[in-house]
């Protein structure tokens, strides 16, 4: 049963609905169990739900387990879990948000395994210099600090300039002028940002921090001095480990289908 316990709370009840409902039997597999899990936990999950057949556990009873195992979850993450409203912008007498550049700061801050951010627009020069400057440190000052970056490189208008060029190019500027430290993250992009056909063409638009697995902010605001002083924007700051795992699981499972790629150079 413990591969269950790496499953968030809609996840448990996705498969607890499918198991009751029917749509989901056995024999389990990993393409008919892919609807209801992330991709991540696809093997671990049909190897219990194989083993638990075999044992001779009925799909409706390990659909009641998976039921209580997501109350269970519920329950304890009320408790203890903690969510901050973050915003940017004119506040309001009574609000109980916090900024979203001092919240930005302080994740970076208190980082000690890994920090994962995710942009569509990202500032140049002095103002990424400073939005980056705390987690700069940090990796300087923590070796074992991983930081991976995912970033929205963008095809010009119009342009015919070879897609090697375009990454390169990125890869120089980023150095040049955005990260201001000594120690590089390692950044990854959507390649089809990079395609010419309009039909095929898509963008890495999400806006998030995971640090160390246990923190989460998904917000609107893109990684722009405007965007974390001065424009309208709202996100939400969770504590909460179940969560921010499987966050950062969807970027590494599209790291390692190859759906995003690397860039050299960085």
């Not at 705390?134 to 991976?148: F, H, K, S």
């Not at 990260?179 to 950044?187: A, C, F, I, Q, Y």
């Not at 010419?196 to 609107?220: I, N, P, Q, W, Y």
Request: aromatic share 6%; hydrophobic share 45%; with cysteine.
């Amino acid at each position: 049963m413990m591969a269950f316990l790496h499953l968030s709370r809609p996840a448990l009840v996705n498969l607890a609905v499918a198991l009751e409902t029917g749509r989901l039997s056995p024999p389990f597999s990993t393409s008919n169990v892919a609807n209801y899990i992330p991709a991540a936990l696809n093997r671990d999950i049909v190897d219990e739900l194989n083993r638990l057949n075999v044992m001779g556990v009925h799909s409706q009873h390990i659909a009641y387990t998976l039921r209580l195992l997501a109350e269970e979850r519920s329950t304890s993450q009320a408790v203890s879990d903690r969510v901050d409203l973050v915003w940017t912008g004119p506040e309001i007498t009574g609000s109980q948000s916090r900024d979203t550049g001092v919240v930005v700061r302080e994740l970076f801050s208190t980082a000690k395994i890994s920090v994962l951010i995710s942009s569509f627009a990202i500032d140049k020069k002095q103002k990424a210099r400073e939005l980056f400057m705390v987690l700069a440190e940090r990796m300087d000052l923590t070796p074992e600090l991983n930081v991976r970056m995912f970033l929205n490189v963008n095809r010009p208008h119009n342009s015919e300039v070879p897609t090697s060029t375009l990454l390169r190019e990125f890869a120089s500027s980023f150095r040049q002028d955005i990260w201001p430290g000594k120690r590089l993250p390692e950044v990854f992009h959507d390649p089809r940002s990079l395609t010419a056909g309009v039909e095929s063409k898509a963008c890495l638009h999400a806006k998030c921090v995971v640090v160390d697995k246990e923190r989460v902010f998904v917000t609107s605001a893109n990684f722009t001095e405007a965007a974390h002083e001065r424009n309208i924007e709202a996100g939400v700051l969770l504590n909460d480990p179940v969560t921010a795992q499987a966050l950062q699981m969807q970027f590494e499972s599209l790291v390692t289908r190859n759906i995003l790629s690397k860039i050299s150079g960085i």
